[in-house]
């Protein structure tokens, strides 16, 4: 079955502290995007890739780095985390372009929480 | 940066009823508008998608409208139940895609 996995699901963890957030899709996607989103508020775009080597940042200024070694892998890492970084982070992916609408699917996300 | 502003941020509706949640957007051309339905601890998925040539697409119990003078456009929920309660997203599809700030909708029993 097609689908995209967020690995850890929770993360409780102090600050200073290096973390990487794993995500993995299936579906021979290749854009992939990562999503910032605070409790009952709109998703921000904080990077996203088109493909293998490809990563470009999003709207919203982020400490986060990722890197695009495999179409299906597409890992998020912060190097120090701090309190400021507590947020739910979102994978996605989608086709490449065609002229019709692309559907984002969406990972289960990643409730990160600096303490 | 083109933003999507949307209402109301917060809805409740009685079992049965129509829901209706409002988007407007900014001066964009070609995107695709979607809609997306997130529930409590999953991401979000699509929910219906209309293209900017189109003024009306429905599926099932689900319809968007689209106004493409006033830059705006509307997601109707007929029939609504008690598992239609989520927070929904329209957002617009350009290079990228922009969400606007979200509904939480409940529909009461």
């Known amino acids: 079955e097609a689908d995209i996995y967020q690995t850890p699901r929770y993360l409780v963890i102090g600050t200073g502290k290096k973390i990487t957030l794993e995500c993995s899709q299936t579906?021979?996607?290749?854009?992939m995007y990562w999503y910032q989103q605070d409790p009952g508020m709109e998703l921000h775009l904080i990077h996203y890739?088109?493909?293998?080597?490809?990563?470009e940042k999003g709207d919203l200024s982020s400490e986060s780095t990722v890197s695009r070694i495999r179409t299906e892998h597409f890992p998020l890492t912060l190097e120090s985390a701090r309190p400021s970084h507590t947020s739910q982070y979102l994978c996605?992916?989608?086709?490449?372009?065609?002229?019709?609408?692309?559907?984002?699917?969406f990972g289960p996300g990643t409730r990160l929480t600096v303490l | 940066q083109q933003q999507v502003k949307q209402s109301p941020q917060s809805l409740i509706v009685q079992k049965g009823g129509i829901s209706i949640i409002n988007c407007a957007y900014e001066?964009?051309?070609?995107?695709?508008f979607p809609w997306y339905q997130q529930f409590p601890g999953k991401g979000p998925a699509l929910l219906i998608a209309?293209?900017?040539?189109?003024s009306e697409k429905k599926e099932g119990r689900f319809t968007i409208s689209f106004n493409k003078s006033a830059k705006q456009f509307s997601l109707h929920i007929m029939d609504s139940q008690p598992g239609d309660s989520a927070t929904y997203f329209c957002a617009d599809q350009g290079g990228k895609l922009i969400f606007g700030q979200g509904t939480e909708l409940s529909v009461k029993p």
């Open positions: 890739s088109y493909g293998v080597n490809s990563t």
């Open positions: 579906m021979g996607h290749d854009k």
């Open positions: 001066n964009t051309a070609f995107d695709y």
């Open positions: 996605a992916s989608s086709e490449l372009g065609g002229g019709s609408y692309n559907e984002q699917f």
């Open positions: 209309i293209r900017p040539d189109v």
